[in-house]
Every structure is written in C-alpha cells, then in structure tokens.
C-alpha cells in the first residue's frame, strides 16, 4: 500500500519547501518474538526470547517484554545498557527521533540492537500496514509520534496474546511523560514510569543507581531558591550571536580556579578572542567544552585574570553566601592595562557531555543517598548523584554522567555509570587515563574482526600480480628489543656498475585494510597506536600488527619498498617504488645491530649490509645537519619492570647507538622520496606533515637562559639555531649542552599532518626539508597508510577511489589524526607519571641532584638527569607564611630571602610521593641544597613524616 | 493556436447550425461543454488542479514562495503566472512555437487578476516590505479543443481555492532582527478566498450570434470573439476583443450581457463542485490522470 508523507522544511536561504515522500505499507513485518507462528517465517530470525523469565518485576510478574518511549532511551541508555535489561523492543518512531536528537545515544542504541544477548528488536512499525499512523489535523508531530507508539504498543499486546494464550505474554510500555502514560492506560496498554519499572525490578538493585535524575518541570521551581538566570533558547541565542549581541565560543574551564573560565570565541573576529568569566553566577552552569553563547559586560565591570588557586570545597550545600565572598576573592586590584574582555554565558548552544571518570566524596550524613562526585579532570565540576552503594564505591575510581543541571542546584545532577576499580590500581589507573585522553581502547567489534584474512594465510599467485619478488634480497630489520610490530625493514647491495642499491621495505598494511570498510574505518578512528609503560593499545588488531603485517624474520611477507641507486656519496641517482614480497633474514635489536658493525670477525652478507648502510647513513646525516637539521632532545626514561609484578624497580635513560640514527636516517630519507613523489602525482590531495617555524617571541626564554651562562643562541634560521646550540658548550658545564637542548624542544610548535591542497606552507622546521610525510609506519600509524594508498595509485600498483581525492575528507582525517597523535601523546606522559609515582612509592623518598630549568613567579621547575624527571618546587604553601620572594624577569632569576636561584643553577632536591589527594597523587619535590633558613628541608628527613614537624619548625622561627 | 481544416461548406453548416440555436455537437448557444474538475492532483504543489473542458485538457499547479514584496505594494504579495504550451497539445508547440501563445495567456491572466477585489494580495503579505507569499501559477496545456482561456481560467480559480499556504510566523527581538517560524502541523496553513476571483467568459461572434465555449471548429469561423471576466456575482472586471474582425458596440453589450449570465451559473456549479471535493476530505479516492 502506498502512503505519501508531506512535511514542509525551512531552507537555508530562508525559503519554505514542501517535500513529498512514498511511503509503502507492508504487512509482512514480524513482530520478532520467537515462537509467533504469524510472523515466524517473517525475514529475520527471532529476536525476542520466547520466555523472558530472568528479569522478576513485582509490578509485572508475567514474562513480558519492554516497549521504551524516545525520552526513555535519549535519557536512560545507561540502564538499557544494563545487561540485566533484556528483550526489548525498540520501535523505529523511537530510533528515528532519537537519532534527530543526539547522535551519541543513537550510535549506542544501535550498537545496544546489534548485540545478539540483549535481544533487543527493531520494529519498523512506521511500515506496518497496522500501526502506521497518519498525523491529524491539530496534532503536533510529537503527539503524532507519541500516538504513533501507543498505537504499536496495542497491537504488540493484541498480537501477542492471539500467540501465546497459555505465555501471557505482555509489552510494557515504558515512559516518563505522565500525559502519555495515562493515555496509554486509557488505552488498555500496561504502562510504568521507568523508575517505577526498575525499582520493581527487586533481582537487580543496582540498576536504580544508574537512572538519570530527571527533575520535572514543574517542581522544579518551588524546590529551594533559583541560583542561576535562566538559558536563553535556542532561537534567540543565534539571532543574537547573529546581530552581535552574543558571542559564540568553546568554554574552557580554568584547572586552578572553579570560578574562573574562558571562552574561546569562533571566528576570526581580531579583538575579542578570550573572554573571561568569573563568578558561578556568570559561568551560568557551562561545562568545560560546551559550545556556549556569550555577552559581553560593561568595561567597567571587566576583571583581570586571577593567579588565586581555588579549588571547590564545600561539601554538600547550596551555600551561597560563602560563594558570593569567595568570589570576592578574585577581585583583587589591578591595573587598567590587566582588564581582559570579560563576559557571562546567556546559553548553551551545543553540551559536549561525556561520562567523567573520578571519584566518590561520600557525604556526611549518614544514610544519606546523594553524594556528591568529583571527576579527576579539575575543570569538570562535582556532579551530585544519588547511590545506595557508596560505600562500595568510596575509594574506587568510577564514572558518571551527567544528566542535567537546574537552576537551583549548585551541582550538576548525573548518574552512576561504571565502577573501574580500586584507586591506585595499576590497571583501574590505566583505564582512567586512557579514557580520560580519549584513547579509544575497547576490543575490535566483531565486524572489525570478521575483515582479517583467515588463517593459516599464505601469499598467492594472485597476489604476486603488480610486485617484485624482492625474497632474494638480503633483507634485515633494526629495532627495539621486544618489539613485535616490525614494520620496516633495509637493505644494501653493490651492484655491478659499482654504485649502491638501497631499499627500504615498509609492512603493506593497506593490502590487508581496505578502504572504506570497518576495519578501515576503526583505525582511522583510533588514529595511532598508544604506548603506555606496560602496554600498547593497537591501532589495527594484533593479528595484523604483531603477525602478518609484522616483517618478522625467514617469513615471506609483503611489502612496499623504496629502492635507491646511490653512488658512495649517498648522492641519489635512481628512486622507485614497488609493491614486492620480502624474505627477511635477520630480525635484530639495535644493540645487535650494533655489536655486528663493530665485530670485525664478522663478514656474512647481513653484516656487510649493515656496514654499507651505516657508512651512507653516516654521510646522509652530515649533509642534513648542514642543511640546519635540528638534534635536539628530551630526557627519555624507560623503566625496568619486575618480570612478576609489572611494578617499575628501576629507572633509566634512554641509550643512543650509532644504529638507531642509521635507521632513522634511512627512514627520514623514504618519507622525503615518498612525500615528493605523492606531491607530484596529487598536488592537490597529498597528505602530508609539517612542522612550522616557531615564532621568534617562542624563543626569548632560550636566549635569555644562555645569555645568563654568556654564550649566544641565534634564533634566525634553524641553521644558525643548530650552529650556535653546537658551539654552546662550557667545559666546566658539560651537562649545561643537553639542557639548552632540552630548552629548545619546548620552543618548538607542533608538527601536523595536512593535505597539500588546503595549504601552502610545506617546510619541515626540525627536519630542514621541504617536504615530509609519513610513510615507514603503518602498522602504528594511520597517515602512514593513507599515503601507501597515494603512492600505490601513483606507481599504479592499486586503483584510487573517490575519499583518497576528496580533499575536504583528507582535511577532516588530518584533524582526527592530530588529534589522536596529541592526546596519544598526553596519554604516554600520564602513564609515565603514573609508573613515576609508583618508582617512588617504592624507592621511599630520596634526594638527587637537579638542575633548574624554569624560574618561575613562585617556584622553580628542576630536572633531575639521573631520573629524567621534571618537576616543580613551590615556595608557596597553604597555610604557611609566605617567603620574600623576588623575581627578575630579564634575567630569570628568583631571590628567595636571600638566596638568589638563576636558570640552570644546580641544586640539590629531596622527592616524595604527596597521596594526601587520592586522586591526584604527584611527586612533590623540595630543595636541600643550597640551604635556606625555613625554606630548605634538612637532608636527613627520610623517615620522618613530612608534613607535621616542618609547620611546627617554620612556627618556632617566627 | 491549434489549426483544423474546414471546407467552405462545412463552414456554412455550422454558421446556420448557430444561427437556428443548434450546434454541431448538439448544444446551445449559451451552454457549455461538460466540464471535469480534479484538485490536488501533483502532490508536491502548494496547490493544483487539472480541467478538461471537451477536448481541452489543462493542468495548473501553484507553488507559494517567499519573497519581497514588490516596492510600490510593500502590504502585499503577488501572483506570477507561466504558461507552457506541451508540444502534446498540438505540433504547432513544438520548439518555441508556443511560445507566444503562452505569453499571450500569460498577459490575460495578469490582467484579469491586476485588481484589489479577485484575490486578497493582503493576506499573502507576511512582514511588510520584507517578506512575503509570491505565488507562481504554472498552466500546462495538455490538450487544445478549443476555448483555451475559460478552461484555463477554471483551472486556475480551482487550483488557488486548493492552495494550502503554510502559516509563518514572524518573530522579532529587541533588535529588531526578525526570523520565520514554520508550524509543524501541516494542517496548519492559511486558505485563500475565491470568492471573488474571476473566470473568463469568451464569446465567439458566428454569423450574427454568439456562442460559448466554442468548439475548435467554432472557433474557425468565428472573426471576432470577445473575452469577458466575471465574478461571481456578475461584475464585469475585465475584457479584451480578439480576432480580425470588428464588433458593433450593440453586440459587444448583447454579448457582456450573455457572458454575466452564464458566468454566474458558471461560477455557481464550480463552487459548489469545489466544496463537495474538499468535504471528501484526504481520504477522496484521486482519480488524476489514470480516470
């Protein structure tokens, strides 16, 4: 039968058009219960179980399944997710707007229906001859789609029963709009609240923890005094931000100060870029990341950035007073010049709520079931939630989400979603950062999975087709010890002319990851892999990069070589690029490596292989440093881990052999051969990796650092950089090189992947090329195999399809894989202060040399080189009288009473673990030497308590 | 216009046929052919109706869009009208060979509506001088039988009583800015008043009477046809001569006064067919173009 749907759309342009859609009825739409003998044949396999017994609800003692309404999906996904929830049918009205709705939950509820155990159905009831419904002339499209779902509910219950007389089989109908009920159970359909619902639900207490409050409308206003003005809607907010009125911008909360935020206004508007709020009543209940609308207030209202820390405290209560003069706080005088455009948020254009991980601070009161949550990431306020079960949950990490924050609460209200684990616990921690960086880390999804060749895999003759067989090449790959992700691999043979051939074979990977499916899909997602102390999240699943993409040794696999003719001077003469198969015959570590060149006993072909590439790269890497290729460092550390319990026992730097840069200089010369060849063949749509030159002003604190120890850093090119950090040295200062070294990695930007159409400036600052890209890892990175498929397409070993030449989408991924390389990087760091913190948990506290690596207005930041580890002492504590402290900004130096501090100074620190916060444990540092009266800490504290005696001494010296 | 051959013999027949009150197809001087009325026929049209009057075939769709309302009228929306001849209608169309006749009918039918009284422009007026209902009136003829411009007359006051304007709102804020708000209830839409909108009368001088809807063989001996606009209630709002010949002025007041008589009961039996269709409501089995 066919139906026509009209509905009238309002233009971009302003326009209204009226568009008609066909419609068709069916009648043979199954009803997904299993057993019905109507619509047993019907398409799919039954879904629904035909006796839903586990769930034991004292409203409803029959097996029944569940019918939610829209809001009760948008708004309870967690409890659906529940794997206690079972059997429910999910009508197509409801996906469909819930889809219009939020996006999020939609990807949820679907994953939710395609998980075989939940046996959720999809009714697509909108087709079925019986319950469509037409909208009628006054009713609003929700009350069309309200009745819609009524109208199904009917017909499941009256189907069901014509199935199953002796079953009683019901649909409960469940919705938290009271109107709705009550036509529901006019209509003869059993209807529930969702609490209602769960809470009959006595097998599964949990689960009421998981319900969103929700607070009706409409008590909500005589429940306690209003706090906050109201949100302006939606309509309003645009016009404003239309005429001018309003600013739009990301809110981002300050980490220090609960009642300070800014607002990163879009745009390229000159003036105005950040405004600041102050004030509970200004930041108007935005959270860190919403996309918010902003007004201005008058110049004379506007306020300077505050250096206060202040961290939210008060336990439970809406105690505005003391609010109102903590704020006052903030107010302290400052200059004309200080004032920065300060404004209040009038809206909310866009939430970006996620669910945050922390911790639980249990109220009080006994009893008590609301509890207020403090996330881990400082910008986030506490979240209220209700719980029975806090006192499981104290000490543990978990997560909560958000569901709405009223006018008259001082907190946000949310849920429990998730417990992780106990606080400290290696793997609870691990979960924590990983989810707190974004790192998608769950397993691969069964789609994913169902993509990877089966195994026992083995080469084809089909797969020979457009590649050299290259197996009799004496290949061997350099790398790490323990390293199981191989993807590169070298070789080098004279050939008869008496030139050198070179070849770099990186791991095919996009033979096994095609585009466009799920598999290519989920690791454009994930974007990199990670590198966490003790563990690596794969970008692509193991059996790819451990095994058949890894160029393990004596296996044939496949690769995607670049192959130079280079005469002794490693001048290139000849670069091509193919697909082949490869025989690796020597999978070493670089120490290996190492021993073989030095060897002199050894001769066999992979030992002359090495010594050729060795010699080349030797002269590839003079004639980059000349170019004014930057060397500079940071302190690495790489733990030694106790093989039982994974705890770190020892630290150490990293160690650079003459290997590892043999490598790296292989590498960077491919990626430069490649970059070239995909820029000449797409000019428009490579994709490639940039690294800008760092403004001047970056520089300043480097100058000025080495300007204190009288020697001269110039800034002007990276030559001149790379010269002048070369001659920096003092003989009497040898460590003084490394730390300069150090310094200068902080000036440096960003290097970003971008697509060659959208951009102009191409120039590798570090690297001193003018083209670069990333080709020689695409088991660890997605970059790498997006440019194998530009280059395959450029040598004609593949065909091309319409995203690889769509620079829009490339822009797009550029921006996913930036993104994920930072946080990735973030997420590395946390780990490796995690494994930190747990060294010096175990070590006790210590004391180490430390050099001085920023002078701060409060404190200096040290680096202790035995560790590799940086950190901050503060001169200023809570509670403690404050130290005369003087701070020369031209030479940064700090005057502490009468000690003056000057960058690069040597100093003597003492390291503890501070775990008076749970959540945040750091390593706290305070200076032994030199020693200041008061300030300094004796050397010999290793087994007092910290803390106590030193405010006692301190109080005796006043 | 479409094109018959008739022999000089034929010619006489249907000349003295007229003169002794009795026509070719059996009619009288003043009556009309059967007429088939159909709105709501393209459904993604504000609003739409096709006509078969003899072998006159005629679709019309009106489509309402917003726009600015013209400068010298800034209380007001406006009609646009387009005519396009099929080349199905006759071969003469072919190309642009319609072309004139289009903008010829075109023309009539502005003139025919450039009063205050046919269609209330006011109400199609949503924000003075900044937006308003323009509505594009599409003739499509698929047929010509002769007596083109009543049918599509018909057409076209049958087609606007079936226009559905969806209601807008203007919102306004401090500013002053303003912004449309669409309903979504798509029954919520303003209907116009036909009321008072005119059809064409066209009064085709044979020998020394007149008939009505002439056939296209009429039509051949005719010399000088007059079209005449009238309401409803009988006025007169429009009238234009066509062809070679010449009128007395006794005849063109015998002819005005036939064309008030047999507009009203014209004007009588559509309206009341109109409002029959429309109590049907959506559930009117359509016939369109299968019936």
Not at chain 1, 257 to 282: M, R, S
Not at chain 1, 682 to 693: D, I, Q, T, V
Not at chain 1, 906 to 921: A, C, E, F, T
Not at chain 2, 119 to 143: A, F, G, Q, T
């Amino acid at each position: 039968m066919l139906k026509s749907r009209t509905f009238l759309k309002k233009t971009r342009a302003g326009g209204v058009m009226k568009i008609v859609r066909e419609h068709y009825l069916r009648d043979d739409i199954g009803c997904g219960a299993s057993g019905c003998a109507a619509c047993g044949s019907a398409h799919e396999g039954p879904v629904l179980e035909p006796q839903p017994l586990d769930r034991v609800s004292s409203l409803c003692p029959q097996p029944h399944y569940l019918l939610p309404d829209t809001n009760v999906l948008l708004h309870q996904i967690d409890v659906l997710e529940d794997p206690a929830i079972r059997n429910v049918i999910v009508l197509q009205t409801v996906l469909q707007e819930v889809r219009n709705r939020s996006a999020p939950v939609y990807k949820r509820i679907r994953d939710v229906t395609n998980n075989q155990e939940k046996h959720f159905y999809t009714f697509t009831n909108e087709h079925h001859r019986e319950t469509y419904v037409e909208q009628l002339q006054g009713e609003t499209s929700n009350d069309r789609n309200d009745r819609a779902i009524r109208v199904a509910a009917k017909w499941y219950n009256e189907h069901l029963k014509k199935m199953s007389a002796e079953n009683q089989l019901r649909v409960i109908f469940i919705t938290n709009d009271r109107k709705n009920k009550e036509k529901a159970i006019e209509e003869g359909i059993p209807a529930f609240t969702c609490e209602e619902y769960v809470k009959s639900l006595t097998a599964n207490p949990e689960l009421i923890d998981r319900l969103a409050c929700l607070s009706e409308e409409g008590n909500e206003i005589d429940s306690g005094k209003i706090i906050f003005s109201e949100h302006l809607p939606l309509s309003k907010l645009q016009q404003g931000i239309k005429s001018g009125a309003y600013l739009q911008g990301t809110f981002r909360a300050s980490r220090e100060n609960y009642l300070e935020a800014i607002v990163w206004v879009h745009g390229d508007t000159e003036d105005n870029k950040e405004i600041i709020l102050q004030g509970l009543k200004n930041l108007n209940r935005a959270i860190h990341e919403d996309i918010v609308a902003v007004e201005l207030l008058p110049k004379n209202q506007w306020v300077a950035p505050s250096s206060v820390v202040l961290l939210d405290e008060g336990q439970n209560e809406d105690d505005m007073e003391k609010e109102e003069e903590r704020e006052c706080i903030l107010k302290t005088a400052v200059s004309e010049k200080m004032l920065k455009p300060t404004g209040r948020v009038v809206g909310i254009i866009r939430r970006n709520w996620r669910p945050y991980c922390g911790m639980l601070s249990k109220s009080g009161i006994k009893e008590s079931r609301r509890h207020l949550f403090t996330p881990a990431d400082k910008r986030i306020p506490r979240i209220r939630i209700e719980t029975r079960q806090a006192s499981t949950l104290e000490g543990q990490r978990i997560i909560v989400a958000i569901d709405g924050w009223p006018r008259n609460s001082r907190y946000p209200n949310g849920h429990f979603v998730k417990n992780l684990g106990e606080v400290g616990d290696k793997e609870t921690e691990t979960e924590v950062l990983l989810l707190e960086h974004d790192v998608p880390h769950q397993p691969f999804s069964q789609a994913v999975l169902s993509l990877l060749p089966k195994m026992p895999w083995s080469i084809t003759e089909k797969d020979m087709k457009n590649r050299e067989d290259l197996r009799h090449l004496c290949v061997c790959s350099v790398d790490p010890p323990g390293c199981t992700d191989i993807d590169d691999a070298l070789h080098c043979r004279e050939l008869e002319n008496g030139n050198l051939e070179v070849g770099v074979h990186i791991a095919d990977v996009s033979y096994f990851i095609r585009p466009g499916n799920a598999l290519d899909q989920e690791s454009a997602r994930r974007g990199t892999t990670v590198y966490l102390c003790e563990k690596r999240i794969d970008m692509v699943p193991e059996l790819l990069s451990s095994n058949l993409c890894s160029l393990r040794s004596n296996v044939d696999r496949l690769a995607f070589s670049c192959i130079w003719e280079m005469n002794h001077n490693a001048e290139i003469l000849k670069t091509r690029f193919t697909k082949s198969v490869i025989n690796s015959k020597a999978s070493l570590t670089y120490a290996e490596a190492q021993m073989r060149i030095d060897s002199s006993t050894m001769n066999d072909s992979i030992t002359t292989s090495l010594r050729g590439l060795n010699k080349l790269a030797k002269i590839l890497k003079k004639g980059r440093i000349e170019n004014g290729a930057l060397t500079l460092s940071s302190p690495e550390v790489r733990f030694h881990m106790d093989s039982e319990t994974h705890d770190p026992i020892d630290l150490q730097t990293k160690e650079l052999r003459e290997t590892n840069s043999m490598v790296e200089e292989f590498m960077l010369l491919a990626n430069i051969s490649v970059a070239k060849k995909i820029h000449e063949e797409f000019s428009e749509h490579a994709l490639l990796r940039k690294h800008p030159a760092p403004p001047p002003s970056n520089y300043e604190i480097l100058v000025k650092a080495a300007k204190s120890k009288n020697l001269e850093i110039k800034t002007d090119t990276a030559k001149a950089l790379a010269d002048s950090l070369d001659r920096a040295d003092s003989l009497t200062f040898p460590y003084l090189n490394t730390l300069l070294r150090i310094l200068a990695t902080r000036c440096m930007m960003q290097a970003v992947y971008f697509c060659s159409g959208m951009d102009t400036d191409f120039h590798h600052y570090g690297l001193a090329s003018p083209i670069y890209t990333h080709f020689t890892s695409p088991i660890r990175r997605y970059a790498d195999i997006i440019v194998h498929r530009l280059l395959a397409v450029a040598v004609g070993a593949d065909c091309t399809y319409p995203e690889l030449t769509d620079k829009h989408k490339l822009a797009e991924l550029c921006k996913n894989l930036n993104f994920r390389h930072k946080m990735a990087q973030y997420a590395q760091r946390a780990s490796v202060a995690f494994h930190t913190q747990l060294f010096f948990k175990s070590k006790g506290i210590v004391s180490e040399e430390a050099y001085i690596l920023f002078v701060r207005k409060n404190a200096l930041v040290v680096l202790i080189p035995k560790y590799g580890l940086e950190g901050t002492v503060f001169f200023e504590e809570k509670d403690k009288p404050k130290p005369r402290l003087t701070y020369d900004d031209e030479i940064p130096s700090l005057k502490i009473e009468d000690t003056v501090f000057h960058i690069f100074d040597k100093v003597k620190v003492k390291i503890m673990l501070d775990s008076s916060n749970l959540q945040h444990q750091k390593i706290r540092m305070s200076l032994v030497e030199p020693q200041i009266p008061g300030i300094s800490v004796p050397t010999d504290t290793s087994n007092m308590d910290i803390s106590e005696p030193e405010t006692k001494k301190k109080k005796l010296q006043k | 216009m479409a094109f018959v051959a008739l022999s000089e013999a034929e010619k006489v027949y249907i000349v003295h046929g007229v003169q002794e009150d009795l026509r070719v197809d059996g009619r009288g001087c003043e009556d009309y052919r059967c007429v088939e009325v159909e709105t709501d026929v393209v459904s993604n049209t504000s609003g739409s109706a096709r006509v078969k009057l003899g072998h006159t075939d005629i679709l019309v769709g009106v489509k309402a869009e917003m726009g600015t309302p013209k400068l010298e009228k800034p209380n007001e929306g406006y009609l646009e009208f387009f005519v396009d001849c099929s080349a199905n209608a006759t071969p003469e169309f072919e190309g642009r060979g319609g072309d004139d006749l289009g903008t010829e009918i075109a023309n009539t039918l502005y003139r025919i509506f450039n009063n205050k009284s046919s269609v209330d422009l006011k109400s199609l007026c949503i924000s003075p001088r900044e937006h308003c209902w323009i509505l594009y009136v599409d003739v499509l003829l698929l047929e010509c039988g002769g007596n083109l411009f009543d049918a599509i007359s018909i057409a076209v006051k049958a087609a606007l009583f079936n226009t559905r304007i969806p209601r807008v709102r203007v919102l306004e804020d401090e500013e002053g800015l303003k912004d449309i708000e669409l309903s979504d209830d798509p029954y919520d839409c303003i209907q116009l008043s036909v009321e008072n909108v005119p059809c064409i009368v066209t009064l085709c001088k044979i020998g020394y009477r007149h008939v009505v809807d002439a056939t296209l063989q009429e039509e051949a001996c005719s010399l000088a046809s007059l079209l005449v606009s009238v309401t409803s209630k009988g006025v007169v709002t429009c009238m234009r001569k066509v062809g070679k010949g010449s009128l007395d002025p006794e005849s063109v007041f015998e002819m005005m006064e036939t064309s008030k008589r047999v507009g009203k009961l014209l004007h009588t039996s559509l309206q009341s067919v109109l409002h029959k269709e429309e109590s049907l409501g959506p559930k009117r089995q359509k016939v369109g173009f299968l019936g």
